[in-house]
């Protein structure tokens, strides 16, 4: 077994860790007096009659877009549809803008995107095209609906970490992503996503975030920094599928996955919802004040981030 420490760096020199941390480069640049709503959540959460407006939007990696079109459309709605979940929302409609070579290259993309909204049930209600482009892009917006929020920033010490995903997938090759949802059942997909919100609305959980390009470990980071919190996560712990790589499994961006932080008085009634949808869970760690996140596998230990010498994503 590789040592801990050698897997610890490896992570933090990742492409999901290089590019989340790129964000608190790009923020330090913003005027603070244009920050209007809390940086670091999955969506920009707007209070709006008795509830919130959900705005996200997502970009497609230009390699991504070139070589799987169909699956880059897929996913530019699916991951925008996760964001609004990990939010305790529902998605209302999205919109795009595709730059491409040529028509046939767009329409790939575009039958992959009109898969996703009929599988999902979100309807794609306008966007922006270019097919005279050098290059393939894709960047996708959504807007959607909470009545109660799911949040990065309500993580408390003494919380449980929990991680729930979807192991009934494959890794997209040779991407990292865990595909749980091209061909699933039909239905199975919208059935998973509104676990978020009723945790939410039945008020079982306050604070979440989906597993993005940073992986698990790297989206558990995220959350316990915009909470001012860190942890220590048992890798023993962590669901995973059979027979697949572990250092490849964490760095996985899965098509259902998520990392939630629960009173502990609600665990059991977390981990029963996903069990009762088939899809994995377990509490991977504790919340604490430290402001470190520590990983432990057995008897090892290392250091996976100091948050008070070292910002992740969010801009000092």
Same mark, same amino acid.
């Given at each position: 077994?590789? !040592? ?5 760096? /490896?992570? /933090? ?7 989340? =941390?790129? $964000?608190? #480069? %790009? ?18 959460? $707007? ?27 897929? =996913? ?13 929302? /529902? !998605? ?7 730059? =491409? ?16 909204? #009929? ?9 922006? =095209? ?8 894709? &960047?996708?917006?959504?807007?959607? *609906?909470? #009545? ?7 993580? /408390? ?12 997938? #494959?890794?997209?090759? !040779?991407?990292?992503?865990?595909? &749980? ?34 992986? &698990? ?14 942890? *220590? ?10 027979? %697949? ?29 996903? &069990?009762? *949808? ?39």
């Amino acid at each position: 077994m590789k !040592p801990l420490a050698g897997l610890v760096e /490896r992570l /933090r020199e990742s492409r999901g860790f290089q590019h989340k =941390s790129d $964000i608190s #480069r %790009v923020l330090a640049h913003l005027p603070a007096g244009a920050r209007d709503v809390a940086i670091g959540d999955d969506c920009a959460a $707007i209070p709006d009659g008795d509830g919130f407006l959900l705005f996200a939007i997502e970009g497609l990696v230009s390699d991504f877009v070139q070589t799987m079109p169909w699956f880059a459309g897929y =996913s530019g709605v699916m991951v925008n549809v996760s964001d609004i979940y990990a939010m305790g929302g /529902r !998605p209302l409609a999205v919109v795009d803008a595709l730059w =491409s070579g040529s028509a046939q290259a767009a329409g790939d993309v575009l039958a992959g995107m009109t898969a996703a909204s #009929r599988v999902y049930g979100v309807p794609i209600v306008g966007g922006h =095209s270019n097919v005279r482009s050098e290059g393939a892009q894709l &960047a996708v917006a959504i807007v959607g *609906r909470a #009545r109660r929020l799911l949040t990065s920033f309500d993580a /408390r010490p003494g919380d449980a970490l929990v991680m729930a995903v979807d192991l009934r997938g #494959r890794f997209e090759e !040779p991407y990292p992503f865990w595909n &749980a949802s091209v061909g699933a059942p039909e239905g199975r997909a919208r059935g998973d996503f509104e676990l978020l919100p009723l945790l939410a609305e039945d008020g079982l959980c306050v604070a979440a975030k989906d597993i993005s390009m940073a992986g &698990a470990l790297g989206t558990a980071l995220m959350l316990l920094e915009c909470s001012n919190a860190g942890a *220590r996560i048992d890798l023993d712990a962590v669901p995973r599928p059979p027979e %697949v790589d572990f250092e490849r499994w964490l760095t996985a961006f899965p098509s259902f996955g998520f990392v939630l932080s629960v009173h502990k008085e609600h665990v059991g009634d977390v981990l029963a919802r996903f &069990a009762s *949808r088939d899809i994995a869970s377990a509490v991977i760690g504790e919340v604490d004040p430290s402001r470190e996140v520590v990983v432990t596998r057995g008897d090892e230990a290392a250091l996976l981030w100091n948050l008070r010498e070292e910002p992740f994503i969010c801009a000092r």
